[in-house]
């Protein structure tokens, strides 16, 4: 992940996001430079003019034809930025912040906003000094992320509060000590310092960064199950997938074979059955269907970061500014929000398999030994079977969507809106609850193995690195750890660390 971010003539990408969000500096290049100054150069010279420009020169939402005074065109934009910033709730997450502010960063750079050259700069400021605006999570609808990028720029401003380094501090206190001036908006400043999905397309970019972790765990996690419970590695073989043209089915399977290579699996005959049940059969066709869904998704943050997405749009070679519905990240939301049924079927099968071997070990042990219960405990009580499949529920509870729940606003001139900071958020908490059931999962097929030398003997080298990583984050709990601890380093473990151990081994 890169350590410093310029932003200049290509697009930003997602991970560009990604690493500015975990704290990478930015740059703004040349000939971005150039672009914000040519579109700032078309507000300035029809600020003044006759015709009736949206929020340049005329109020916003149902005040739209409502031309305003010369004097109220600039000293106005601050009063409309203070006016928006109306969110409520806890603060969203720095990571969060920092991608909002990336993204309209991003935005301005593209050439489409006529931002004074000032806001960027502001910006860029505040996110290399790590000065990062309190923001309210909820109050977009995700017809701009009005609400949230409010309360930036109010912070940039000077007003509100800023966290810097896990401390709250006014934001005027913060810019003055480092010697950042505060953004003074002048014609149309105010509209566009609002008028973005900052937070939708940041947060979705940050999603789409987990969910593609989540998917590589998933498929070590499925291979480890496999082998645990000896299952037929046939569902995995490259004529399977080549019969089938679905790129991310592919990859899952390659995946789960890389992990299986060396393993006693991978000698003819050496499974354990003809055929297995379908959470074992199927699993690269269901993490396939994640990841296609995921790269849909990824696709679409790539998009809007391309785009230009100001209302109105300023066309620099027109010289003019046009009305237009490019804030509406309609495909961005939808895409946002497929993801979470297709998490929901990648821990529904997880717990289904969870379940196969759960099942398996008690009746191959014709009941649990007391070193079989034992051995269970250590991995986190025989009774998190339970709350994996709790967790199972609430992902379907999640799994509907939330792009069609907005009702009109604004005198029924907002009547159409996608929801889409909602639904990013919400299908983070969708992969948290995944990850859960994964270790759950995890834990399971370890415990199975620690059951049975001679099946940990057998391994493949790449899960048999995975299943020592697990030891070793288990290591020092004790003979009887809460099952909360153990499941907790499981997950830590899923989120890094244990890919990274099978990837590391060689066959």
């Known amino acids: 992940m890169s350590d410093r971010v310029l932003v200049d003539d290509a697009p930003l990408r997602l991970d560009d996001v990604v690493a500015i969000a975990r704290g990478a500096k930015v740059a703004i290049g040349p000939r971005a430079a150039a672009r914000i100054a040519a579109s700032r150069a078309v507000v300035d010279g029809l600020a003044s003019g006759p015709d009736l420009v949206y929020g340049l020169n005329t109020g916003l939402g149902h005040n739209r034809n409502e031309r305003l005074s010369p004097e109220a065109i600039g000293t106005g934009q601050a009063v409309t930025v203070r006016l928006h910033d109306g969110g ?167 995946r789960i074979r890389r992990y299986l290579e060396g393993s006693r699996l991978a000698i003819a005959g050496g499974g354990g059955s003809v055929q297995d049940p379908l959470s074992f059969r199927v699993a690269p066709q269901v993490h396939g269907a994640f990841r296609e869904v995921v790269a849909f998704a990824a696709r679409a943050v790539d998009d809007e970061l391309a785009a230009m997405d100001d209302n109105p749009l300023v066309v620099v070679d027109e010289g003019r500014m046009v009305s237009n519905g490019n804030f509406h990240a309609m495909l961005l939301a939808l895409a946002v929000d497929a993801l979470r049924p297709a998490v929901a079927h990648l821990g529904q099968i997880s717990d289904r398999r969870a379940g196969q071997l759960w099942d398996r070990m008690a009746s191959d042990s014709g009941g649990f030994s007391e070193e079989t219960w034992l051995l269970l405990v250590r991995h986190g009580s025989p009774l998190l079977r339970y709350a994996g499949a709790a967790r199972v529920a609430e992902l379907r509870t999640l799994a509907g969507p939330a792009t069609l729940d907005v009702p009109a606003l604004d005198l029924g001139v907002e009547d159409h809106a996608t929801n889409a900071p909602l639904a990013a958020r919400r299908s983070e908490e969708a992969l948290a609850l995944a990850e859960d059931v994964l270790a759950v999962e995890l834990l399971t097929a370890t415990a199975t193995l620690g059951a049975s030398a001679e099946t940990r003997a057998e391994m493949a080298p790449r899960t048999g690195a995975a299943f020592d990583a697990v030891g070793r984050a288990l290591a020092g709990m004790g003979p009887a750890p809460t099952a909360a601890r153990v499941h907790g380093a499981a997950v830590e473990l899923l989120r890094g660390g244990l890919v990274e151990a099978a990837d590391g081994a060689r066959a």
């Open 88 to 254: 409520i709730g806890p603060p969203l997450g720095t990571s969060i912040v920092r991608a909002a502010m990336a993204v309209r960063i991003a935005g301005i750079a593209r050439g489409g906003s006529g931002a004074s050259p000032a806001i960027a700069e502001t910006y860029v400021a505040m996110l290399n000094g790590g000065i990062h605006p309190v923001v309210p999570t909820v109050g977009s609808i995700g017809a701009s992320d009005l609400m949230h990028m409010a309360a930036i720029a109010r912070a940039a401003m000077g007003e509100g509060e800023v966290d810097v380094g896990g401390r709250r501090l006014a934001a005027g206190d913060a810019l003055a000590s480092a010697g950042i001036e505060p953004v003074r908006p002048g014609p149309k400043d105010g509209l566009t310092l609002i008028s973005a999905n900052g937070v939708a397309i940041g947060h979705a970019a940050l999603v789409v960064d987990r969910a593609r972790r989540l998917a590589d765990a998933a498929d070590l996690v499925a291979a480890i199950s496999l082998e645990t419970a000896r299952g037929n590695p046939s569902v995995v073989e490259p004529s399977v997938a080549a019969a089938k043209p679905i790129e991310g089915q592919r990859v899952a399977a390659a």
